[in-house]
Each structure stands twice: as structure tokens, then as C-alpha cells.
């Protein structure tokens, strides 16, 4: 069956270092991968989509990964801040056997100390 | 106004009893999604409507079941809730011409079943 693996433990860093947050997959092609973030109790809010035909997507200081082969994607925020403090979901979408849904990750918690 | 809004925003409720979650967009969307969110298990899918004829079982929709009003409204009934549909309840759209997938979510609704 399809699965999302993302780490489960929080992850914790110094404001102004690189955040990166590991999403892997396996028995699944998808044509998109999106990231997600969430803050506790509210929805989970878009952040950016990367396409299969993609190797790197950027936006403001996140930057997104996407190994095919590897079947995994990277997560880079860059001169983290506390405000970036969240829970970030990945989700996969497209392919064959799964139009029109996303399968999501249990997210990873990043927070970040000043 | 935010483009998707969910009703009410927290429920307690008892066992047996019935009840109704309703979701209302703004985004002009065709599809829209129910999912609940319980710790350490991530989003699960109840239900996905496509357009309102269209109603499709998600991955968990046992004693849950949907009315697709209008395109504008999706609602999530519980005809006789349960202890263990406690839980963080989930409204979504996604523009379906888009093909990406891309989802936005309601703010949630947290329900309690005594």
C-alpha cells in the first residue's frame, strides 16, 4: 500500500539556522508533492507544490526538493525563526491510482528557539 | 471572510446522539473533502465530493455520512456518534481544473462524544 513516512520525533533548532524536514514515500509515483503547514488546533495551510519533473522549487527562504529515485523530499526553511514554529505536513497527489485526493504524512514538528 | 468555514468550531456531545458538522466555501471550488485528525495518526479521509452528484467513500467513512447541498456546502452528519469519533474535524477544497490537487482547509471543528 501507498505510504508517507515523515520523522515522528520534533525537531528543534537555534533561530537563524536551516530547518530541513525529510518526507519519504514509497509504492506510489505521484506527479505532485506539496508541503503543508499546520499550528495546533487550527487547518493546515499551503505552502508550496513541487511536480515530478521538478528537482527544486523556492519561495521566499523555503526551498523544496524532490528525488524521483529516491522517492523522498526535502523541506529547507533558512534563517529560521521562532515564528516558523509549526507542525509541516507533506502530502502526495496525481499519479495513476490516486486522482483527486492527497495522501498527507503524519507531519513533522519543528520548533525553533531564539 | 475566510474562504472556507466550517460549523460550530467545538462540540461536546454524548454518546448516541446525533449530530451535524457543516462546511461552507467561498473559493468557488467543485471538490470538497471531510477529514478527521486525532494525535499521532495524521489527516485520515472520511469523505470527497468531486461536484454534487458525485460522493465518494474516503478511508474511514464507517458511521459517518455527507449531504453535498449545493457546491458551495458539504456536511458531515454522525447519526449516532461514539467515544472514539473524538476528534479534530477537517473541511478542504480543492479547484479540480487545476489538477494539482492543492488543498485549502476550514479552521476545524473539535467534537467530544461523551
Known amino acids: 500500500s501507498q505510504k508517507i513516512e515523515q520523522n515522528s520525533e520534533a525537531l528543534n533548532i537555534q533561530e537563524g539556522k536551516t530547518a530541513t524536514l525529510t518526507c519519504n514515500y514509497t509504492n506510489y509515483s505521484p506527479a505532485y508533492l506539496q508541503w503543508y503547514r499546520q499550528d495546533p488546533g487550527r487547518g493546515p495551510v499551503f505552502l508550496l507544490l513541487i511536480r515530478e519533473n521538478e528537482k527544486e522549487k523556492r519561495k521566499e527562504r523555503l526551498k523544496v526538493t524532490f528525488d524521483t529515485t529516491l522517492k523522498q523530499s526535502l523541506f529547507h526553511i533558512t534563517a529560521s525563526q521562532p515564528a516558523d514554529s509549526a507542525t509541516y505536513l507533506c502530502a502526495l497527489a496525481g499519479g495513476s491510482s490516486n486522482t483527486g485526493k492527497l495522501i498527507f504524512g503524519q507531519g513533522t514538528t519543528l520548533q525553533v528557539k531564539p | 471572510d475566510a474562504d472556507v468555514t466550517q460549523t460550530p468550531r467545538n462540540r461536546i456531545t454524548k454518546t448516541g446522539k446525533r449530530i451535524m458538522l457543516e462546511c461552507s466555501q467561498t473559493k468557488g471550488h467543485d471538490r470538497m473533502y471531510w477529514y478527521r485528525q486525532d494525535p499521532g495518526l495524521g489527516l485520515r479521509l472520511i469523505y470527497y465530493?468531486?461536484?454534487?452528484?458525485?460522493?465518494n467513500k474516503g478511508e474511514i467513512s464507517d458511521g459517518y455520512s455527507v449531504s453535498r447541498q449545493a457546491q458551495a456546502k458539504f456536511s458531515l452528519s454522525l447519526e449516532s456518534a461514539i467515544p472514539n469519533q473524538t476528534a479534530l474535524y477537517f473541511c478542504a477544497t480543492s479547484d479540480g481544473t487545476q489538477g494539482t490537487d492543492t488543498q485549502y482547509f476550514g479552521p476545524g471543528t473539535r467534537l467530544t462524544v461523551l
Open positions: 465530493s468531486f461536484d454534487v452528484k458525485d460522493i
